[in-house]
């Protein structure tokens, strides 16, 4: 479980992810290691979109004005909270 001061990045995540799934499609890990490494895969992608999702929210929320400048609007997501 993640620190709630200390979150895990998109890119760590993503890193992580990436690994298990090689070491998962090599064919070498015994059932309960890869049992393991489902779940802990399973976690990670959570994150992965949770990231992904927050930074569409946060995308969704800049605005053109009239005079050509940007504003962002501030809001909270899940992972503020």
């Known amino acids: ?3 709630k001061d200390d979150p895990v990045t998109f890119e760590t ?3 992580q992810l990436e690994s298990i799934v090689e070491t998962m499609e090599s064919g070498e890990v015994p059932l ?3 049992l393991a490494k489902f ?3 399973t976690k ?3 994150i992965c979109e949770a990231r992904l999702k927050d930074a569409e929210l946060k995308i969704e ?3 053109r004005q009239k005079d050509g400048s940007v504003t962002f609007e501030q809001f909270e997501t ?3 909270t």
């Open 61 to 63: 929320q800049l605005k």
């Open 13 to 15: 995540a993503l890193s």
């Open 39 to 41: 779940e802990e895969g």
């Open 1 to 3: 479980m993640e620190p």
């Open 78 to 80: 899940e992972s503020d």
């Open 44 to 46: 990670l992608l959570k």
């Open 32 to 34: 309960a290691e890869l």
